[in-house]
């Protein structure tokens, strides 16, 4: 395990003892196979952060602690390291808990650890349920401040809310959805990843609105809790449509788009209309193959540098500033993609 950095900054970046990561890097035994795995992570972390922050002046440690598929946490991951060298005047390094799905009770333990461990500020995106906001409200006690990304947990202790309207983007996605299908017959399926996530309850809250008003006859499918993993979210979509083969039209609000589309397929049903949210990998290629209608898309670069911004401000290293506007909600379709970034 090969590395240029000294024990105390990889037990720092792992949030372990110095003990811990000299008995892993020494191959001494005595350590579960996870903390090793730990150790390797807090590695690769650095390794990548190293080229883009200089160690000098004030330094943030900062916890991205998230529940949702890889394909998010991936890009999120990627939107913070690239705006790294943008956080000046303070060096921020990042610290990353991911996981796609689980109960509550072990995200808690997360947030709790980092409670004791300690923290500059923890970025998140959890559930919204008494139990994580409990814990958010134990980190504020502690002294971590805590903003949430891409959904919220009103209820607690947060410091702040990064992200888009949600509200206006379900009610976007109604517009176009029954815009595009005009005067064609059809069922519409909306599928949540889960509904205990407040931004996708506000998107499918801010959809049904507008379907009632404007479109009242258009019968609305709904499909949930399948977390946007591939598998569940194919045998949710698939069994919709076997029970309502007049169903047309797709918003989809928690993702796992490919294993939607590969159901129509399978079934030999026709999708006239699929509209999604964010630009992750699978939403890029669906989109330029055609196989998606739109993509609400939001800058998560912009967003996460606001959320450290956010963290920042909390330890008056930079100025108050006003309350945190929405995100702006870009309508993406194939011919109006973003460029690739740089590599």
């Keep these: 395990m090969g590395h240029p950095f000294p024990i105390r900054e990889i037990a720092r970046q792992a949030g372990l003892s110095e003990a811990t990561v000299d008995r892993v890097l020494n191959g001494r035994g005595g350590v579960r196979g996870s903390t090793a795995d730990e150790v390797r992570r807090a ?4 390794d990548r952060q190293r080229t883009q922050v200089r160690l000098v002046g004030r330094t943030f440690m900062i916890d991205i602690v998230m529940q949702t598929p890889d394909r998010f946490s991936t890009a999120v991951r990627a939107a913070l390291e690239a705006e790294l060298p943008s956080l000046h005047p303070a060096v921020v390094r990042s610290r990353f808990h991911f996981r796609e799905t689980g109960p509550a009770g072990e995200l808690t333990a997360v947030l709790d650890r980092i409670a004791r461990r300690g923290s500059q500020g923890v970025i998140l995106k959890a559930p919204d349920v008494p139990e994580v906001a409990a814990a958010v409200d134990r980190l504020t006690a502690a002294g971590v401040p805590v ?6 947990l009103p209820a607690s202790a947060r410091i702040g809310y990064v992200g888009i309207d949600n509200r ?4 976007t996605a109604a517009y176009l959805v029954g815009q595009w ?4 017959p059809g069922h519409v399926l909306t599928s949540l990843s889960s509904g205990f996530f407040r931004n996708e309850e506000e998107r499918e809250m801010g959809f049904r609105s507008v379907m ?3 479109y009242p006859q258009r019968r609305l499918v709904g499909v ?6 591939d598998a569940t979210q194919y045998e949710l979509v698939r069994t919709a449509l076997e029970r309502d083969p007049d169903i047309r039209a797709v918003y989809s609000i928690g993702g796992g788009n490919i294993a939607a589309l590969r159901a129509f397929d399978d079934l030999g049903h026709p999708c006239a209309v699929f509209v999604a949210h964010d630009l992750d990998q699978d939403n890029t290629r669906l989109l330029r193959e ?3 209608s739109a993509v609400l898309h939001h800058d998560l670069r912009h967003d996460v540098l606001e959320a450290c911004r956010l963290v920042m401000r909390a330890h008056r290293a930079l100025p108050p500033a006003g309350p945190t506007p929405p995100s702006a909600i870009q309508v993406v379709t194939p011919y109006n993609m973003p460029p690739a970034p740089a590599r």
């Excluded at 206006?168 to 009610?171: I, S």
């Excluded at 949930?224 to 993993?229: D, F, N, P, R, V």
Aim: charged share 25%; aromatic share 0%.
């Design 147 to 152: 903003v949430t990304l891409v959904t919220d």
């Design 224 to 229: 949930a809790e399948g977390q946007g993993l």
């Design 290 to 292: 055609h196989r998606l």
């Design 181 to 184: 299908l005009g005067d064609r």
């Design 212 to 214: 009632r008003a404007r």
């Design 168 to 171: 206006a983007a379900g009610a």
């Design 43 to 46: 590695i690769a972390d650095l």
